[in-house]
């Protein structure tokens, strides 16, 4: 079954709008930051740094997560994208590095090849139906291999002061800004760990990346040093607080 949202269901036109939209992804300073540094700190932990084996990527996006995976990290990534344009576009930048692009929608997602590792990194707050993603995941796993989710945090501090001030109605309320990016949800950490389990993942670890007390708009002014602090000091806090929550989970061998 086809995955039947509007974003979905028109992904080109969205993809344009959003991802190929230079003024927009010029202006995600704070956010990139955010993105670049929380992704250092999420290879070490999953002793990634160094990995021989190809790594899948879910998504592309702006290409910034490729961009640093490939040519900074020096890592062999190949990558799932639903969007014709944007596989064209890896293909053209990173054709030359091996990768093997597929494309296909996450929720229909099947290939021969097997992986030990999968990255989700803001990938099913826009999807359709996380569970199904995940057993599609799964399904492109090894035995043993793992899948490593990172997603926004419905609990984080920024969405508790904005309650706490009326801003918005909960916690899981979508703001502007999430409606223009195409989220179609938030998670707390406890619904994520459920999608997982539901998929028939094994969860091995919790975590959380970013101190994030205002939406990333508010905090343009802030120094590049203050921003990086804001990820770095992200393993003493406890992570249910954090602007991005995230899991490793294993396919059961």
Request: glycine fraction near 6%; charge should be negative.
């Amino acid at each position: 079954m086809q995955p039947t949202s509007e974003i979905s269901k028109n992904i080109e036109s969205y993809v344009t709008d959003v991802y190929l939209n230079t003024a927009l992804v010029q202006n995600n300073r704070v956010e990139d930051m955010m993105d670049i540094c929380s992704l250092e700190l999420l290879l070490e932990m999953a002793q990634l740094v160094k990995c021989p084996e190809p790594i899948l990527e879910m998504g592309y996006g702006t290409g910034l997560m490729l961009h640093e995976l490939i040519r900074r990290h020096g890592l062999r990534i190949d990558l799932v994208e639903g969007s014709s344009a944007l596989c064209e576009q890896a293909r053209r930048l990173y054709g030359s590095t091996g990768m093997e692009v597929f494309h296909s929608y996450f929720e229909t997602f099947t290939c021969e090849k097997k992986y030990d590792n999968i990255l989700a990194m803001h990938v099913l707050e826009h999807v359709d139906d996380p569970v199904r993603v995940l057993r599609q995941m799964k399904l492109a796993l090894n035995p043993g291999g793992r899948v490593i989710v990172l997603v926004p945090n419905a609990h984080s501090l920024h969405r508790r002061l904005a309650v706490h001030m009326k801003l918005q109605d909960s916690l899981h309320t979508l703001s502007p800004r999430d409606h223009l990016v195409g989220h179609q949800r938030v998670f707390d950490p406890s619904g994520l760990h459920d999608c997982a389990v539901d998929a028939g993942l094994a969860v091995e670890r919790d975590f959380g990346f970013g101190l994030k007390t205002l939406p990333y708009s508010m905090m343009e002014g802030w120094s590049d040093e203050l921003i990086r602090a804001c990820v770095q000091v992200s393993p003493e806090v406890p992570s249910a607080l954090l602007g991005n929550i995230g899991l490793i989970a294993r396919k059961p061998v």
